[in-house]
């Protein structure tokens, strides 16, 4: 099986941590460099600043013992989509800005690719873990507007993104699709 994600900053970085166990190659797309403000709010370390976030992230867990993952460097465009999620078995959504999303949302309708997307608030009260069948991507207050920088909302990330790596476990093992709002007193799974 190969698990494609598709963004790798607060989000899909640890997601993809936590979905290490998986019999399956973890991909991932990001076209984003590695700062030093990243380290406190994604699963990057310190030599991995300067580094194209896709390139860093695979290099860390390759070295754990079992763990199959690949990378890809670039930003997900309707030129490169086939590419890059062609031979994916099931797409991550765990980008920040509505065009990728966008992209990404359509390819996997025009293939009919399982897609699954974790995205939290834009005020950082709740987070959503939900399947493409019942998702629709709200708009942009501000093009590229930031939500997950300087750690503010540190303890729901880390919450959203177990809960998405659970919803991945799930589906690969069972074939399940659960969709989840979480916020900082409960994870309501349904």
């Given amino acids: 099986m190969r698990i494609l994600f598709c963004g790798v900053g607060a989000i899909g970085s640890t997601a993809a941590v936590l979905c290490r166990n ?3 190659t973890l991909v991932f ?38 763990v199959k993952a690949e990378s ?3 930003r997900l ?8 999620c062609g031979g994916a078995d ?22 009919g690719k399982p897609l699954v997307h974790g995205a939290v608030s834009a005020d950082g009260t709740f987070g959503l873990v939900r399947w493409d069948e019942r998702f629709t991507p709200d708009a942009e207050d501000a093009q590229g507007q930031a939500t997950c920088e300087g750690g503010a ?14 919803a ?10 659960r969709d989840s709002l979480v916020n900082l007193s409960s994870v309501l799974s349904q």
């Fill in 22 to 24: 998986l019999e399956a």
């Fill in 72 to 74: 890809h460097g670039v």
């Fill in 29 to 66: 797309v990001d076209f984003d460099r590695v700062e030093s403000k990243n380290l406190l709010a994604q699963a990057y370390v310190k030599p991995s600043v300067g580094k194209n976030k896709a390139e860093a992230l695979k290099l860390q867990l390759l070295n754990l013992h079992g």
């Fill in 90 to 111: 099931l797409l991550v959504d765990c980008m920040d800005n509505q065009h990728s999303r966008q992209v990404l949302i359509d390819y996997a309708h025009q293939t």
């Fill in 168 to 177: 991945i476990q799930d589906f690969v093992k069972h074939g399940t699709r």
């Fill in 77 to 84: 465009t309707r030129d490169n989509a086939e590419a890059l």
């Fill in 153 to 166: 909302h540190l303890p729901l990330l880390g919450l959203l993104s177990a809960t998405l790596a659970r």
